[in-house]
């Protein structure tokens, strides 16, 4: 049962954006922290930002300023705004959910991302 559903990643051009999102089931979003995870070739997965069910928000000192986090409770889903992009932002980009700071219960599929110089 796919309970985390990502969309949105693509190839972009340094210095665009990207829009990702994650749909969750009503049951996750609404009790867990939700974050974005992101994984490049040879490389550890490292976390890049949450948000918590009340609003808080985290980031990963790599990509402050430039991705926003935000949830749409309406829609159970999450966003992950990217902007001025950057190569080394290219990667697997995994959804996540759970009660911790660095969310790891529930995962979604992953969407790559690829930044072109």
């Known amino acids: 049962q796919v309970q985390l559903v990502e969309s949105g990643g693509g190839l972009v051009q340094a210095g665009g954006s990207l829009r990702l999102s994650c749909a969750a089931s009503?049951?996750?979003?609404?009790?867990?922290?939700m974050g974005w995870y992101r994984q490049a070739p040879g490389n550890q997965r490292e976390l890049v930002a949450t948000?918590?069910?009340?609003?808080?928000?985290n980031y990963a000192d790599s990509v402050k300023g430039r991705f926003t986090i935000f949830r749409d409770n309406a829609r159970n889903t999450v966003y992950l705004q990217m902007d001025s992009l950057k190569p080394e932002d290219t990667g697997v980009y995994y959804c996540?959910?759970?009660?911790?700071?660095?969310?790891?219960?529930?995962w979604g599929q992953g969407t790559q991302v690829t930044v072109s110089s």
């Open positions: 996540a959910a759970g009660r911790s700071i660095r969310p790891n219960v529930y």
């Open positions: 009503r049951s996750i979003f609404r009790s867990n922290t």
């Open positions: 948000i918590t069910s009340g609003g808080s928000t």
